[in-house]
């Protein structure tokens, strides 16, 4: 069946580093999802891609779709500690999930 | 204030018990889900419905069942079938967009 993979599963960063996180699905998606988790919370939606090679931006946040529509990324540009949490991507409107990435800032 | 809410926050519940988890959402969407998520395993697909009495079986649907009678409501039942059901569960409606509306969660423990 369809999966989609995301590494790294932490990561750990000092705050004013940048921050990317990885999604790969093993088949062609119509669009991906991207949601945060806060520790303690739950998945808040981010943004969702649906074209080929788009690329949208969140302030700091930076989301790509590739051209084959296999794969995904998310890049913080320097992190904040309010930046903690586990970040997820998504396919299929939601019904895969990959298995996150946590990302803690120390100051 | 428009939202999903589900109840309870905190559920124990012994061996060999059915309980029934409660998701309601005042949005008016169409599309409500349910997920289990496990440390470092992601969000699972338990059940989904696109539409008031029908619905699907997500990855996971093993040991769960689910009703959808009204378009507020999609609870599910954990039934004793279930061989691990201490996890997270959330339950989510789809906006116009396709984004997910999560709700608070319930933790489950059985005992």
């Known amino acids: 069946g369809q999966q989609v993979m995301q590494i790294p599963q932490y990561q750990h960063v000092q705050e004013g580093e940048d921050f990317t996180t990885y999604c790969n699905s093993s088949t062609t998606l119509s669009n991906i999802q991207w949601y945060k988790q806060r520790p303690g919370g739950h998945p808040v939606f981010l943004i969702q891609l649906v074209k080929s090679g788009e690329v949208k931006k969140q302030k700091r946040l930076t989301f790509q779709f590739g051209e084959a529509k296999k794969n995904s990324s998310l890049h913080i540009t320097a992190t904040q500690t309010t930046d903690v949490g586990t970040y997820f991507c998504a396919g299929s409107l939601a019904l895969i999930f990959g298995k996150g990435t946590t990302l803690s800032v120390s100051s | 204030d428009g939202g999903i809410t589900q109840s309870p926050k905190y559920l124990f519940r012994k061996e060999g018990q059915n309980v029934t988890l409660s998701c309601e959402q005042n949005l008016n969407h169409d599309a409500m889900y349910w997920y289990r998520q496990d440390p470092g395993q992601g969000l699972r697909l338990i059940y989904y419905?696109?539409?008031?009495?029908?619905?699907q079986k997500g990855d996971i649907a093993e040991g769960y069942s689910v009703s959808r009678e009204k378009k507020e409501s999609f609870p599910l039942t954990v039934t004793s079938a279930q061989k691990n059901p201490t996890a997270f569960y959330l339950c989510a409606s789809m906006g116009s967009y396709n984004e997910q509306f999560f709700g608070p969660g319930t933790r489950l423990t059985v005992l």
């Open positions: 419905s696109q539409i008031v009495n029908d619905f």
